[in-house]
């Protein structure tokens, strides 16, 4: 994106889904795709545990293909592409301005302007963006966080669904760092499985950038049932 960002200025956000595609830049998208797949896997086997139900082949297989919708649908947004479904083709269109508050875009603008009236080289633009907080180290490991603790979540409670939990709980690690949100979200209780915590409005951990809450989920019938 700094590249982007040096070459075409903040104007050019838009169309950066279109030009990742037309050099060549998706080959990361299924590099994120296979790391996001995995973290999938993991979160469905421990739902499958926690359900008590004995899997059939054809159920596994059904978890298999939510999971894989999952993962590239979230691959293909941390790139600002989009995934889709009926193709099964990662496309650009989107507009990546995701992830970035108003005030970077502001900063990246001011910077751009500045490198135009004095003559900076490609490289002086590009330390300039990436010493901006929201391209450094520390906003690369948010955004990898935060995507495999949406897909984590996401299927997380698909799998649940699928095994016929009926409610969820979310929690909190219960510190002095616990934001009014998360609390409001714990209060809630027990809620349908496919409503949303009052307190976010989020369905899925996590709540937020960061979020440290973990949900659980309530099955009605504690026998072993196939599925």
């Known amino acids: 994106m700094i590249e982007f960002i040096t070459e075409y200025g903040i104007d050019g956000l838009p169309d950066y889904g279109d030009t990742i595609l037309l050099q060549g830049w998706d080959q990361y998208f299924e590099e994120v795709s296979r790391i996001l797949l995995d973290a999938t896997v993991y979160s469905s086997r421990e739902i499958l545990s926690e359900s008590n139900r004995e899997p059939s082949d054809y159920f596994l297989n059904q978890v298999a293909k939510e999971n894989f919708q999952i993962a590239n649908e979230e691959s293909a947004a941390l790139l600002g592409l989009h995934w889709d479904r009926i193709s099964g083709l990662a496309s650009g269109g989107l507009a990546v301005t995701w992830g970035l508050s108003q005030t970077l875009l502001d900063q990246i603008e ?3 302007i500045q490198a135009e009236e004095e003559g900076w080289s490609k490289s002086q633009v590009e330390q300039e963006i990436t010493n901006l907080s929201g391209f450094g180290a520390d906003r690369a490991k948010q955004l990898s966080q935060n995507a495999l603790s949406f897909v984590d979540g996401k299927s997380s409670r698909r799998v649940a669904s699928m095994t016929g939990a009926t409610e969820k709980f979310s929690e909190t690690v219960g510190d002095d760092h616990v934001c009014a949100e998360c609390e409001e979200n714990e209060a809630d209780g027990w809620i349908p499985i496919n409503e949303q915590f009052s307190g976010s409005g989020t369905e899925d951990t996590p709540h937020h950038p960061n979020c440290r809450c973990s949900v659980s989920y309530r099955w009605q019938e504690a026998a072993v049932t196939a599925v």
Do not use: Q
């Open 110 to 112: 001011k910077a751009v």
